[in-house]
């Protein structure tokens, strides 16, 4: 079945980049989201990326995939405390599954 | 408008209760999605309701009961749960199934007890 793979833990200081990392196994999934989760909260749909693009930026945010290896990463530029949180990785799978990585927390140093 | 709305945020239940979650969208999707999801871990699909009709189920116990009565609603019914069953469960909705941008609730809190 589909997989969907990310590092548990990062912690950077403030006003440095933030680089997140995702590896999925689904070769035909075509939408891939990252989601952001604070505390107690519920998902926020921060970026999304379709599987024939290479790169997409979106204020902040920058997400790049590598189709052939599978790799899907977010980088948040100029990190700031209110960017603590869980992100998570997710694939459209071909079942008609969003089927989510396991999430990385993000933690800020000052 | 990007907004699905889940009512109640919290919820305490004993476990011969009965009781429903309900989530509300107004953006005109066609699907719509149960997940639920326990401390430190990530959501795990529950059910999908395309155009109405249910059309995954993910092995869920009887005990939850979901329900599409239009296009704009969903509902989970909850009978007999057992302490286990506690978690955030979260709904999300999509113009349909199949590659499109999915948007989350703010999740109810159920606590079993």
């Known amino acids: 079945g589909e997989d969907v793979e990310q590092s548990l833990f990062l912690s950077v200081r403030e006003g440095d980049s933030s680089v997140i990392n995702c590896t999925y196994t689904?070769?035909?999934?075509?939408?891939l989201y990252w989601y952001k989760q604070e505390p107690g909260a519920g998902l926020q749909l921060l970026t999304y990326i379709f599987s024939n693009m290479d790169m997409k930026q979106d204020q902040r945010l920058t997400v790049l995939l590598n189709k052939k290896d599978k790799h899907l990463s977010l980088r948040i530029a100029d990190t700031q405390t209110g960017d603590s949180a869980i992100y998570f990785c997710a694939v459209y799978s071909s079942a008609s599954k969003i089927i989510f990585g396991s999430g990385t927390r993000l933690s800020i140093r000052p | 408008d990007t907004e699905v709305t889940q009512t109640p945020k919290h919820l305490v239940m004993g476990m011969t209760n009965k009781k429903s979650l309900k989530c509300e969208q107004h953006?005109?999707?066609?699907?719509m999605y149960w997940y639920k999801q326990k401390a430190k871990k990530p959501p795990e699909l529950m059910f999908v309701y395309s155009y109405e009709k249910l059309s995954i189920n993910e092995s869920v116990p009887s005990r939850f009961s979901p329900e599409c009565p239009n296009s704009s609603l969903l509902n989970l019914h909850l009978h007999a749960l057992q302490p286990e069953d506690s978690a955030l469960y979260l709904c999300?909705?999509?113009?349909?199934?199949?590659?499109?941008?999915?948007?989350f609730g703010q999740g109810t809190r159920l606590t079993v007890v």
């Open positions: 999300a909705s999509s113009q349909r199934t199949g590659n499109t941008e999915a948007f």
């Open positions: 689904d070769s035909s999934s075509t939408y």
């Open positions: 953006m005109g999707h066609r699907a």
